[in-house]
């Protein structure tokens, strides 16, 4: 278990090492780096002028407002409640005096609720929503999703990814990717389809 204070200038030494010349931006991704709200502020008064982005399910509201302010992009990954595994116990790792951690969300309900919440923080900052979408769902359980960014953060753009098959992951036909997109423009969303580039690359 890592403990408070572990986000330590040599934190940016390894930053540095993986720069092949000018500073880069640095992006904070997972795992869910909302777990971790403390290190995420530590690390920013680390970084300099490197932009930081943040890439998150939007499981932990509490933990976005807190930290939304250190990022220049905020990157929310809404999932369907069925493609999230089962919380896991929090129990253990160190919290915040300043922050009461969060419940991981379980049912469905309660995602959505999460996902309102952080839409309401992104609303009106340079921010991104992206979608995964895999073979063997039906269009109408995105519904949802592009409903609440639709109500609670219009302008910020919507990125329908088509999951790469591999790893036991099936891509969605052109046909459905296809009413997708014509759903989410239906609602008025700034809407683009873009494949998973970083799994043709070999990252992740």
């Not at 309102?116 to 949802?144: N, T």
Request: overall charge negative.
């Amino acid at each position: 278990m890592r403990e408070e204070g572990w986000a330590t200038p040599q934190a940016l030494t390894y930053i540095g090492a993986v720069e092949p010349r000018e500073p880069r931006p640095v992006s904070i991704t997972g795992g869910e780096p909302l777990l971790w709200p403390d290190f995420i502020l530590a690390l920013a008064t680390m970084v300099g002028e490197r932009p930081l982005h943040l890439e998150t399910a939007g499981a932990h509201p509490g933990a976005l407002a807190r930290v939304a302010d250190v990022f220049d992009h905020i990157s929310l990954d809404l999932k369907l409640p069925g493609d999230m595994g089962e919380p896991v116990p929090l129990d253990g790792l160190p919290e915040s005096p300043e922050h009461a951690r969060e419940n991981v969300p379980g049912e469905a309900s309660e995602w959505r609720e999460a996902r309102r919440a952080c839409l309401s923080v992104i609303a009106e900052r340079d921010a991104c929503a992206k979608v995964v979408v895999a073979a063997g769902h039906q269009v109408h359980d995105y519904a949802p999703l592009f409903e609440d960014l639709a109500n609670l953060a219009p302008e910020v753009p919507l990125y329908i990814q088509p999951a790469t098959p591999m790893g036991g992951a099936e891509a969605p036909s052109p046909e459905f990717l296809e009413d997708l997109l014509e759903d989410a423009r239906d609602l008025g969303l700034n809407v683009r389809v873009v494949p998973q580039v970083h799994r043709f690359m070999g990252i992740a």
